[in-house]
T-cell receptor, first 108, second 115 residues
Framework: GQQVMQIPQYQHVQEGEDFTTYCNSS?????IQWYKQRPGGHPVFLIQ?????EVKKQKRLTFQFGEAKKNSSLHITATQTTDVGTYFC????????FGTGTRLQVFP | SAVISQKPSRDICQRGTSLTIQCQVD?????MFWYRQQPGQSLTLIAT?????????ESGFVIDKFPISRPNLTFSTLTVSNMSPEDSSIYLC????????????FGSGTRLTVV
């Protein structure tokens, strides 16, 4: 399957700052999922988006699916040290294909 | 969501040997998936394990190197054969409970170091 690119690869922020990771595909996706992997842990499902232009919120996290369904973003407002980890987007056909990931480091 | 028990959690192995990783799921699932995560990298799908048929391997992965068993709807094993240091990675199993909207559930992973 095609690879989905994420930017940035790494992001270091001060606690309280906002953070955004972007997920880009060259082709239209039927859905996008987001996962968080804490250091030393395994990926944990956060959310799934399926509709063009869809926006979903989970507390300080806002997820968006682009109008063309080729890109997605995850925005964290006022980061906390508990947000540290790698955030992956992924798309699901009959199998789950992961994006390249963005590693977030939060300094207190 | 499903609960997956994966073992071993970590191992250090000599090159040329083989390691078998086990995953047990607490519910019946049609497909189980095996991933590799090299240090600092994303997850790469190795193969899809279907009960009652041979596993389906992704490009770059072959059955001789990564034989998979799927004896029933709750269990699967992945063997890493004839290991070399390049096989040092985290290996994860995963399931997708279709229709639950809970995404894929992952085992806790096996951290393999080949020396």
């Amino acid at each position: 399957g095609q690879q989905v690119m994420q930017i940035p690869q790494y992001q270091h922020v001060q606690e309280g700052e906002d953070f955004t990771t972007y997920c880009n595909s060259s082709t239209t996706l039927s859905n996008i999922q987001w996962y968080k992997q804490r250091p030393g842990g395994h990926p944990v499902f956060l959310i799934q988006l399926v509709k063009s232009g869809e926006v979903k919120k989970q507390k300080r996290l806002t997820f968006q699916f682009g109008e063309a369904k080729k890109n997605s973003s995850l925005h964290i407002t006022a980061t906390q040290t508990t947000d540290v980890g790698t955030y992956f987007c992924a798309y699901n056909t009959d199998k789950l294909i992961f994006g390249t990931g963005t590693r977030l480091q939060v300094f207190p | 969501s499903a609960v997956i028990s994966q073992k071993p959690s970590r191992d250090i192995c000599q090159r040329g040997t083989s390691l078998t990783i086990q995953c047990q799921v607490d519910s019946q699932v049609t497909m189980m998936f095996w991933y590799r995560q090299q240090p600092g990298q994303s997850l790469t799908l190795i193969a899809t394990a279907n009960q009652g048929s041979e596993a389906t391997y992704e490009s770059g992965f072959v059955i001789d190197k990564f034989p998979i068993s799927r004896p029933n709807l709750t269990f699967s094993t992945l063997t890493v054969s004839n290991m070399s240091p390049e096989d040092s990675s985290i290996y994860l199993c995963s399931v997708d409970l279709a229709g639950t909207n809970y995404g894929y559930t992952f085992g806790s992973g096996t951290r393999l170091t080949v020396v």
